[in-house]
Structures are given as C-alpha cells and as structure tokens.
C-alpha cells in the first residue's frame, strides 16, 4: 500500500466539490486498513475513511489528516436454504452492482434501493433506505474494525441499534468503527416491497406484479431517475448527494402545534411519532425546484437535492444549507437536518 500526499477528493464524491487529502492510502485489504489507522495514530494524525463518497461534503481546503479509500471487495453467498440467501459482500462494493445482481437472482428485499450511489459499507452505517425500504431489514450483521482496540468484531442486527436513518455507527459509536463488511439476509423468489405510493401507482399502471423483482426494481430507477436521483453524467441534476434533508420526525405534541401552521402539510405516521416532507417544506418557504445560489442550487427535478451547477463550493452549499434551514425555522418551527457527512470543517 502506497502513501499519496495531496490527492484531490473532489472527483471521488457524487457532488464533486472538496479539496485534497492531506494524506492518502487506497486499501483494498483489511490489513491495509490497519496498516493506515498505524501509520495516521503513530503521527497523531485525524483519519476519514471513504467509500463511494455519495453522501458526504468536503470541505474546500480539504481534510488535514489520513483518507483511508476503503475499497475491499467481494460477494459470497454463505447460505442459500429453506428459501432465505446470506450474502456477505464487501464494504467497498458498489451498492446498485449488487442490487441489480440480486434482482437477477431473484433474491428479494433490497429491490426499491436501486439506483442509489455509493459503497455497500456505508449502507448500514446511514441505514439507507427509499420507497418503503430501509437496508435494516435484510441486514444480518456488520463485520467492522474497532479501532480503539485493533480487533475485528461482528454486530447482529439488533447491535446495529437502526433508526431512521440513523445507526450505532453514525450516532452512539460515530468514527470508532470501520465498516468491513456487511451479510445481508435475503428471500429467494420472494415479492418485492411495494409499499410506498408513488412506486404502487407506477407499478400499478404499468401491470407490474409484486413477483417481477426487475419490472420494481427498473420503475424505481424510473422514478429516481424523474427525479434526477439516479448518477448521469451528461445530467447536472445529479452533481449531488440525492437528498440533502432528512424528513423531519416530531412527536405527537410537536406535531399538534405545527399543524396550527399547516394544517395541510402532508404527514405520516412514524411509530408513535409523525414524520414530515422535508421537500414540502422546502418548498412551500419559498425555494423552489431549479433555486440558484451562486454555483450551486437545488435540482430542477427534485427540491430535496443540492447540487452542484458546475465551479460549485462547499461554503456555497453550506450557505445555501442555512439559507434553507432559517426559512424553515422560521416559517413553520421545524429543524431540518442534513443527511450528509461534513467532512474536514
């Protein structure tokens, strides 16, 4: 494993804004893993491990430590039987690769997460999720190094602590774990999920049935890619890290007095909680879809989504961040939080 000084970042990110790396290994086994987290604590040096940098800003003077690229690779089918497949693949995986390879083995499950950028590892560390399916579902465990000991260790399921959105690994343990794998359990010849409205009516238009994993799985990219979600290069819609927001949770109190704002803000329910449209939101504060600050902006497919116009910033994205987070507050009471990792600031 070779050490790189100075390496650019900006082009290892979907939204491609970032200075360099100070310090920069590439790693593609967990013994260089190691070997990097050595070196960086040998020279007290602060460490960033980066996947498929989908869901992540740089700064623009870059991160003044270690970048580990954790690009281990690898898919193993561990079981297949009683019509349930364990899949281990790698943390440096590309995540959409292998929906699309468990679509065409007709293993059900992670069908509505296509087209989503970005390396398998961060998956349960973000707990991805879109159109009525969260990656916790068919989550069997997480290999990860702990880096405060050195050692390999395993979490269930249940360890991971998921949320929405949320994970050990993202809030309770943040940058004490680094992702190595993750096995993932899957339903052999199962239906897929079509739970969320928009895909039910796609689907549903175009005769699609639950059992045609494909036929979900291409109207899920239709639809992202309506939406600009979907990497295109010759599309500056999806210069970004999809969406920007999370959709805000309230408690049922919190939701009573926003509703005297909005009574008609769409809503759903969240366990005993109510979850909001961030994109409604957003909106109706009076950014709309196509919203220009300077080199960045939101989509013009879809209000949710940064991205970059081309000679774009971090510190104009952070101000357009804030732009929108003030309106928010200010209009409806509501905090928006971002979904992506600030990195080097």
């Known amino acids: ?41 040998e020279r007290g040096q602060p460490v960033f491990i980066l996947g498929g940098g989908s869901n992540l800003l740089i700064a623009d003077s870059g991160f003044d430590g270690v970048v580990v690229h954790a690009a281990l690779h690898g898919i193993t089918v561990e079981s297949d039987d009683h019509g349930t497949v364990m899949v281990k693949v790698a943390a440096g995986e590309p995540w959409d690769p292998f929906v699309a390879r468990a679509v065409e083995s007709g293993w059900a499950g992670i069908e509505c997460l296509s087209g989503i950028p970005g390396a398998t590892g961060a998956t349960p560390i973000q707990n991805v999720g879109a159109y009525g399916q969260d990656v916790s579902e068919t989550v069997a465990r997480v290999e990860a190094l702990d880096r405060s000991t050195g050692r390999v260790v395993w979490f269930t399921n249940a360890e991971c602590r998921f949320g929405y959105r949320s994970s050990l690994f993202k809030n309770v343990e943040r940058d004490r774990y680094v992702v190595l794998s993750v096995t993932f359990r899957l339903l052999r010849d199962g239906n897929a999920a079509i739970r969320y409205p928009e895909l039910q009516k796609y689907v549903t238009e175009r ?56 009574p008609d803000a769409p809503h759903y329910p969240s366990g005993e909680e109510v979850k909001l449209s961030a994109a409604w939101l957003i909106e109706h504060a009076g950014f709309s879809k196509g919203f220009v600050l300077g080199n960045v902006g939101l ?36 905090e928006l939080s971002p979904e992506p990792n600030f990195i080097g600031f």
């Open 207 to 262: 005769n699609i049935a639950e059992s045609d994993l494909r036929g979900v799985r291409d109207a899920v990219i239709a639809i992202r890619r309506r939406k600009g979600m979907v990497l295109d290069p010759h599309d500056p819609d999806t210069r970004s890290d999809g969406s920007f927001f999370m959709n805000p949770v309230l408690s049922a109190a919190d939701y009573d007095a926003f509703a005297l704002r909005a």
């Open 299 to 334: 989509s013009s497919k879809h209000s949710l989504s940064i991205i970059n116009r081309g000679g774009g910033t971090a510190a104009e994205v952070v101000a357009l961040v804030h732009l929108i987070q003030d309106r928010v507050r200010e209009t409806y009471g509501v």
């Open 1 to 41: 494993m070779q050490l790189q000084e100075l390496v650019p970042l900006a082009p290892l990110t979907t939204m491609g804004i970032g200075g360099p790396a100070r310090f920069f290994f590439h790693a593609t086994r967990v013994d260089d893993v190691l070997e990097a987290l050595a070196w960086a604590q």
